[in-house]
């Protein structure tokens, strides 16, 4: 599949999807989901890339889905079209995979940054979820991954007044993990995604896998799952390297095995 709407570099282990329709500030259209997509689908079956980084540009990561596209749409084309589903790409991606914010993150383009593993935003960054002004509502997750993010307060707040929240309020409310200069948004991304594709591969992805399952289970059954998980990294090859390399006071060699 060719791509119009995104772009994608690969440098090392790294893998960067850039949304590009910057003169409608990267509305998700459903042609750029599909790209989207795509390109991850692809991107899972590459053994060479071990994280990926999706970005925008400087003035919007993505302004949410496209008003236009939508705007004429009736309940039984977005019913059978299933509209948007294909965002789920993003959330069934099992590789690590970094958001790095710069400008607007709002209503789908917030909620795709929040189906990322962590958001490392620049300081320029504003997220919110708007649908409210458009008479609708947050529709990919917004209702409830903001809230996992920021709690119940201020999620409420965002949602239901539509304001934005700028980058240092984004970093007290535990949205995004980081905020650095704008000018330095993607090397620091890049910098944190060659650290993890410098990883063993599948501890990475059990690790995701891991941490995501507490959104589902209790403490005990996390907990559990946690034990066995981390039992079964001892059938590893990189397991029996990363601490051999610690005794012997070397870089581990991981082999993704
Ligand atoms: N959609 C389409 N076009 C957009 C857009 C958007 N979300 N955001 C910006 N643009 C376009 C503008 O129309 C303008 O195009 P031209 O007029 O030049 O042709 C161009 O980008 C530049 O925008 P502005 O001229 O407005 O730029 P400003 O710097 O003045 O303002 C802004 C920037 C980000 C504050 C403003 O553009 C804005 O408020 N944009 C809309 C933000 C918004 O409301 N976002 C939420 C969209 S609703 C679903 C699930 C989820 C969703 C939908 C369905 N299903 C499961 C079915 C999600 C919904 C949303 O995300």
Same mark, same amino acid.
């Given at each position: 599949?060719?791509?119009?709407?995104?772009?994608?570099?690969?440098?090392?282990?790294?893998?960067?999807?850039?949304?590009?329709?910057?003169?409608?500030?990267?509305?998700?259209?459903?042609?750029?989901?599909?790209?989207?997509?795509?390109?991850?689908?692809?991107?899972?079956?590459?053994?060479?890339?071990?994280?990926?980084?999706?970005?925008?540009?400087?003035?919007?990561?993505?302004?949410?889905?496209?008003?236009?596209?939508?705007?004429?749409?009736?309940?039984?084309?977005?019913?059978?079209?299933?509209?948007?589903?294909?965002?789920e790409?993003?959330v069934r991606f099992r590789k690590p995979?970094?958001?790095?914010?710069?400008?607007?993150?709002?209503?789908?383009?917030?909620?795709?940054?929040m189906m990322?593993d962590f958001?490392?935003?620049?300081?320029?960054?504003?997220?919110? =979820?708007?649908?409210?002004?458009?008479?609708?509502?947050?529709?990919?997750g917004?209702t409830q991954r903001l809230i996992r993010a920021?709690g119940k307060?201020?999620?409420?707040?965002?949602?239901?007044?539509?304001?934005?929240?700028? +980058?240092?309020?984004?970093?007290?409310?535990n949205?995004?993990?980081?905020?650095?200069?704008?000018?330095?948004?993607?090397?620091?991304?890049?910098? +944190?995604?060659?650290?993890?594709?410098? =990883?063993? =591969?599948p501890i990475s992805m059990m690790t995701k896998e891991t941490i995501n399952a507490s959104f589902e289970l209790t403490l005990s059954q996390g907990v559990r799952l946690e034990r066995q998980v981390f039992q079964s990294m001892f059938t590893t090859?990189?397991q029996?390297?990363?601490?051999?390399?610690?005794?012997?006071?070397?870089?581990?060699?991981?082999?993704?095995?």
């Amino acid at each position: 599949m060719g791509y119009d709407m995104i772009e994608i570099t690969k440098e090392g282990a790294v893998a960067t999807i850039k949304l590009d329709r910057p003169k409608a500030l990267n509305a998700l259209c459903s042609q750029m989901m599909a790209e989207m997509a795509d390109a991850l689908s692809t991107i899972s079956i590459d053994d060479k890339i071990g994280c990926v980084i999706l970005c925008g540009s400087e003035k919007a990561f993505a302004a949410g889905a496209d008003i236009k596209e939508m705007a004429d749409l009736e309940y039984l084309n977005i019913y059978k079209s299933d509209i948007f589903s294909n965002h789920e790409a993003i959330v069934r991606f099992r590789k690590p995979i970094i958001a790095a914010v710069s400008g607007y993150a709002l209503g789908g383009g917030c909620e795709i940054a929040m189906m990322c593993d962590f958001i490392i935003a620049a300081d320029n960054a504003k997220f919110g =979820q708007p649908e409210i002004n458009l008479g609708v509502m947050p529709g990919i997750g917004g209702t409830q991954r903001l809230i996992r993010a920021v709690g119940k307060s201020k999620a409420m707040d965002m949602c239901l007044t539509g304001r934005m929240m700028n +980058a240092m309020e984004a970093l007290s409310s535990n949205l995004v993990s980081r905020v650095v200069p704008l000018d330095k948004l993607m090397e620091e991304a890049h910098a +944190a995604a060659l650290k993890i594709a410098g =990883q063993s =591969q599948p501890i990475s992805m059990m690790t995701k896998e891991t941490i995501n399952a507490s959104f589902e289970l209790t403490l005990s059954q996390g907990v559990r799952l946690e034990r066995q998980v981390f039992q079964s990294m001892f059938t590893t090859e990189d397991q029996k390297e990363g601490m051999a390399a610690f005794t012997e006071k070397r870089k581990p060699h991981f082999k993704n095995k």
